[in-house]
C-alpha cells in the first residue's frame, strides 16, 4: 500500500492520502487526545506525542504537529500508523463512538432568522459547491455556522483551522465569493 502525502498551506499540516475512502460521509475534526479517544487511528497519532490534531477527510487524514517539531522526524512514524492501520482494514471509530458527536450549544453561535432561509440556503449551497471542494484540497474543511444580519459565521477545520493564512483565506476569499454571489452577505467571520 502506498500512502501519498501533500503539503498543505499551513506548515504545521501535512495530507495523507491512502489511496481509497477515509469516511463515507461528512468529515470528523480531532483537535485533543480526548476528542481522538473515538477513533483508535487518531488515538495512535495522538499518541506519538507531537501531534497536536487529526482530520479525517473524505479521502485523505490531515495530521498537525506541534509547534518546534520537525516533519521529518515525525513523517515517518504517522506514515507506519496510518499503513498499520490501512492495511489491517482496521474500524476508523470504536463501536461505541461511531455516532459520537458533540452537539453545539446554541448560544455559542447565531441562530438563522426564519426570514432568511433562502438566503442561507444560498450560502449553504455555495460552500458546498465551491468553497468546501477547494478548502478540502488544502487538508481541511468548513462549516456553516450561522447567517446573522449581513454575517456570515463558518468554522475552519483539519489543516485550516490552524492554518497562519485562513483569515486571508476567509476575507478575501469566501468573503468575496459570498458577496459576490449573494449580495446581502456583508463579512464573513470565524466562528
Not at 64 to 73: D, K, L
Not at 117 to 122: M, T
Request: proline share 8%; with cysteine; glycine share 8%.
Amino acid at each position: 500500500m502506498l500512502i501519498e502525502t501533500e503539503l498543505t498551506p499551513n506548515p504545521a499540516t501535512i495530507k495523507f492520502l491512502p489511496g481509497r475512502a477515509v469516511m463515507e460521509n461528512g468529515t470528523r475534526d480531532f483537535a485533543s487526545p480526548e476528542e481522538a479517544e473515538a477513533s483508535p487511528l487518531a488515538e495512535a497519532l495522538f499518541g506519538l506525542g507531537d501531534v497536536t490534531g487529526v482530520f479525517f477527510g473524505r479521502e485523505f487524514i490531515s495530521v498537525t504537529a506541534a509547534p518546534g517539531t520537525e516533519w521529518s522526524n515525525l513523517k515517518p512514524d504517522v506514515l507506519a500508523i496510518l499503513l498499520d492501520h490501512f492495511s489491517a482494514n482496521m474500524p476508523l471509530f470504536k463501536p461505541a463512538a461511531a455516532g459520537f458527536s458533540v452537539p453545539l450549544a446554541d448560544a455559542d453561535y447565531p441562530l438563522d432568522d426564519p426570514e432568511d432561509a433562502d438566503i442561507v440556503i444560498q450560502i449553504k449551497e455555495l460552500i458546498e459547491t465551491r468553497i468546501r471542494p477547494a478548502v478540502a484540497n488544502d487538508g481541511g474543511d468548513i462549516v456553516y455556522r450561522g447567517f446573522q444580519k449581513g454575517i456570515v459565521f463558518l468554522q475552519m477545520q483539519g489543516a485550516c483551522a490552524g492554518c497562519p493564512s485562513s483569515s486571508a483565506t476567509l476575507k478575501n476569499g469566501i468573503e468575496q465569493l459570498l458577496k459576490h454571489y449573494v449580495p446581502e452577505v456583508i463579512e464573513v467571520r470565524a466562528a
